[in-house]
């Protein structure tokens, strides 16, 4: 079995065909299988892009967006302590808890949900702790810890707000097919 990475390979764009062609840098004998990786990617991209999906697929991927909360009390607290303005964060949330994407949506969302004063002190004060004063460039909500049972609740709250909210303004994909379908005349 060789996979077309081993030989060395290039893929080239085929406009008379709408695709790639790849092509091996070296000899494959004839019947020799080859084989090539399309990488992780969502099924939607495998869908869209190659015309099939993948049965438990770990790479699939849905967009979250993250918005601040304008009437938070502490959200001033917050800007202080980020240097900036909260701004809408869009997360592409996979279905591993264990990707590094995801675990920074959690990490955002304990932080944009934290209504506790004092835990947000003591989040900053860890910050400033393990930070060298000239390093310091604002505390990043991505790295947020856990600070308590009841914030962990709330950002689990917020997750399923989120996907609901997505899951019934989404279009479907049946209404996806027709808006790219050309109008009768």
Request: proline share 5%.
């Amino acid at each position: 079995r060789r996979c077309v990475q081993e030989t060395g390979y290039q893929r080239r764009v085929h406009g008379e065909r709408e695709g790639f062609i790849i092509e091996a840098l070296e000899d494959i004998e004839r019947g020799e299988p080859v084989y090539d990786s399309y990488g992780k990617k969502c099924n939607s991209r495998f869908f869209l892009n190659y015309g099939f999906i993948v049965l438990n697929n770990d790479g699939n991927e849905v967009a979250l967006k993250v918005s601040f909360d304008k009437s938070d009390p502490l959200l001033q607290r917050k800007e202080q302590m980020m240097q900036e303005s909260p701004k809408d964060k869009i997360f592409r949330v996979m279905s591993s808890v264990e990707e590094n994407n995801v675990l920074e949506f959690f990490a955002y969302l304990r932080f944009v949900e934290l209504r506790d004063q004092n835990k947000l002190v003591y989040l900053y004060g860890v910050y400033e702790a393990n930070t060298n004063s000239e390093e310091r460039e604002g505390y990043k909500p991505q790295k947020t810890p856990p600070v308590s049972i009841e914030n962990e609740t709330d950002m689990l709250k917020k997750v399923k707000q989120l996907c609901t909210c997505l899951l019934y303004t989404s279009p479907s994909p049946r209404d996806r097919q027709k808006s790219r379908m050309p109008s009768s005349a």
